[in-house]
Structures are given as C-alpha cells and as structure tokens.
C-alpha cells in the first residue's frame, strides 16, 4: 500500500520557537489532510490541501502542498503550550475511499 | 447530544475471547472507518465502509470483523482476541463528497 512518512518523529521546543513537520511520499499524494491529536485525545481535522503548490493558514498554522505533490508540510510560528500534542498527514488517494496516514510529529513545548 | 461514540473506552479481555466494540454516529454519515493507533505506527486503516451493508478492508483486516446493517452503527468484532491486538481503537465517519473524517473518543483495549 501507499507509504507515507513524516518527520521527526518528535520534537521539542521552547515556547515562542517554530515548529515544522514534514510528510512525504515517493508517490504523487492526491488529497493531503493535516489532523492534530491531543495526548489522551483523538485526532481532530485541522485542513485539506489539493492543489500543486497550495499555501493555506490558519492563525499561526501554514500548511503547505509541495509542487510536485510529493510533500507536505505544517509550519507553527511562536509555539504555545496549547500547540503540545500528534499532528498527523494524512492522504486520500483520488481512486479510492482509504486514508493513508503518516506515523506523526509528537511535540513538545516546553514553558 | 449529537456525535460519534464509541463504547467502552476501557476493555481488558484475555487471549481467545471474543470482543465487540461499538461506534455509533448521529450525523448519517455515509462512510465509517475503523483504525487502530500504535505506537510508532501512526492509525492504520483496518475496515471501512461506504453505506450500510457496504464494507471493504483496509490495510490491517486480519482478525477482524465487521458490519453495518444501519446507517448509524459500524460494530468491530475481534473473533478470538490476540496479544498483538492491544491497541486504541478510533471509529470515524465523514460525509459523502466532503473528506473531513471526525473521530470518535477511542476505545483502549488489552488483550492478556
């Protein structure tokens, strides 16, 4: 099945720093979802990039879709401690019904 | 109060048993998934289902049963439960036409 991976697979962070998660594919990705998941919680959907080259933000959340389709990534400007948790990508292919996810970014902000 | 559910949260049985857990959704939507999440893993698909009586398998099906004789409900059975079958188990849904899954609170399961 499709593979995606994400990295790191942790990172820890002072607050007020960046962040960043990168998701990558050595297939063309379709429909990329990013989803945040809070320890002890579920995940929860932050957004949906499609296009080729796609730039999307939210606050202080920027989501981009690489060029080529092949990558991902999210971007978090001045971490807070309500940023702690699992973001995760997550592909939907545009022949089928079945999400791929990659393994996750667990992050840490430290106060 | 609308959502999607899932029951029990907590479920410790033993090796050879079987176990069902529940998920069920008041939003009607059309598709439901099940997955599993483990540790370095990330949520693996393990079935899913387009409308009622409609299922197909995803990446991890082994072990696993499931049906969906109403819109609302996608019960999960493990037939004869595993070791390797301890892990948080995530129902969810979406609608048709709209690719935004919502997930329900999980349910932990340990299988001795």
């Known amino acids: 099945g499709q593979q995606v991976m994400q990295i790191p697979q942790y990172q820890h962070v002072q607050e007020g720093e960046d962040f960043t998660t990168y998701c990558n594919s050595s297939?063309?990705?379709?429909?990329i979802q990013w989803y945040k998941q809070r320890p002890g919680g579920h995940p929860v959907f932050l957004i949906q990039?499609?296009?080729?080259?796609e730039v999307k933000k939210q606050k202080r959340l920027t989501f981009q879709f690489g060029e080529a389709k092949k990558n991902s990534s999210l971007h978090i400007t001045a971490t807070q401690t309500t940023d702690v948790g699992t973001y995760f990508c997550?592909?939907?292919?545009?022949?089928?019904?079945?999400?791929?996810f990659g393994t996750g970014t667990s992050l840490t902000v430290i106060p | 109060d609308a959502g999607i559910t899932q029951s029990p949260r907590y479920k410790i049985t033993e090796t050879g048993r079987q176990v069902t857990l529940m998920c069920h959704q008041t939003?009607?939507?059309?598709?439901m998934f099940w997955y599993r999440q483990d540790l370095g893993h990330g949520l693996r698909l393990i079935y899913y289902?387009?409308?009622?009586?409609?299922?197909d398998k995803g990446e991890v099906p082994d072990g696993y049963v499931v049906s969906r004789s109403k819109t609302e409900n996608f019960p999960l059975t493990l037939e004869s439960a595993t070791r390797s079958q301890t892990s948080v188990y995530f129902c969810?849904?979406?609608?048709?036409?709209?690719?935004?899954?919502?997930f329900g609170p999980g349910t932990r399961l340990t299988v001795l």
């Open positions: 969810a849904s979406r609608w048709t036409g709209d690719n935004e899954q919502f």
């Open positions: 297939t063309t990705l379709s429909n």
């Open positions: 289902s387009a409308a009622a009586d409609i299922t």
């Open positions: 997550a592909d939907l292919p545009n022949t089928g019904n079945q999400f791929y």
């Open positions: 990039l499609v296009k080729s080259g």
């Open positions: 939003w009607s939507h059309s598709y």
